[in-house]
């Protein structure tokens, strides 16, 4: 019997258009510092709407950017964005469907040459088999090429500990309805496997060396710009919809979540000016010797 939530990631696509906007500071710093002065093929694994893919593309002097998803409407959402967003006919943007790692092979055949650099946030963590996915990916590479994988990190903060509302702690409780759910979301996916240990072993087992993790602060104290407090109320509205049906929550901590977020209540969140986005992200680096 299933236990979780399974992603419907068609749902998701608008959500995910909204992050590669929103991300967009982000991407173009770490593609500053992981794109090669001769790079020429690059590749964004579970794209989204491949805000990355973009990033790394402005990045290039020419080349092409592989923008790699396994779901169809995913993908139709970063074909629309790519195509709004580039025209550099110098550096070539193009969407393609592969599911990791079940399509290595194929993927190896439509990229026609060796990966230089092969971008994946938050994607691996969808495979059942992470570990197969890691080395597939790192088998795409070229001698001295990166595989750049963005996961971990540190869970994004956006509430005081006392809202004046339910128990104190509601956000961290939400945290850790996450991380139930997160367990039941892997232990459902095909073939999945548990995998003991850290994203730098799993590049290591790889075959990758040397491994590195960058780590950057994302923080913007209060009060928040409209749009940036309109995005934490979205993504917290996306987050309590997705574990409401799951039981991971308890129902007064529902209760109090309805209120904050229902803009007609007294207590809605966007009344406050003390809301704040502080977290931390990623990113970990094998190099293909
Ligand atoms: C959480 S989203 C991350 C999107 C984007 N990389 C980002 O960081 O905003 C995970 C993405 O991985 C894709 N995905 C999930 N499983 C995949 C697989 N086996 N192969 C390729 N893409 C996959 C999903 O369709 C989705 O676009």
Excluded: K
């Amino acid at each position: 019997m299933s236990t979780g939530v399974p992603v419907d990631w068609a749902e998701l696509s608008p959500q995910l258009v909204d992050a590669a906007r929103r991300d967009r500071a982000w991407y173009l710093t770490i593609a500053r510092e992981l794109v090669g002065p001769t790079d020429r093929l690059a590749v964004d694994v579970g794209c989204g709407a491949a805000g990355m893919a973009l990033a790394m593309a402005r990045m290039m002097a020419c080349g092409r950017v592989v923008a790699v998803d396994a779901h169809p409407a995913v993908l139709d959402a970063a074909r629309q964005h790519i195509h709004a967003q580039w025209s550099d006919p110098r550096v070539r943007v193009e969407p393609l469907r592969a599911d990791i790692p079940a399509d290595t092979a194929a993927l190896r055949e439509m990229l026609g040459a060796p990966a230089d650099l092969i971008w994946a946030s938050a994607s691996v963590h969808h495979v059942g088999d992470q570990q197969a996915a890691v080395t597939a990916l790192a088998g795409l590479l070229t001698p001295g090429g990166r595989l750049a994988l963005a996961e971990g990190g540190l869970p994004e903060r956006n509430l005081p500990w006392d809202l004046g509302l339910g128990e104190p702690g509601l956000e961290g409780r939400l945290h850790a309805a996450q991380d139930q759910w997160f367990a039941r979301m892997r232990a459902d996916l095909p073939g999945s496997r548990r995998m003991p240990y850290g994203w730098t072993e799993a590049l290591r087992r790889a075959g990758l060396s040397p491994v590195t993790t960058r780590t950057t602060l994302d923080e913007q104290p209060p009060p928040l710009p409209d749009s940036a407090r309109r995005a934490v109320l979205a993504d917290l509205h996306g987050r309590v919809d997705r574990l409401r049906p799951t039981g991971l929550i308890s129902a007064a901590d529902l209760d109090a979540w309805d209120r904050l977020l229902d803009p007609g209540d007294g207590q809605w969140l966007g009344h406050r000016a003390d809301l704040f986005r502080l977290g931390a992200r990623s990113v970990h680096v094998g190099v293909r010797p």
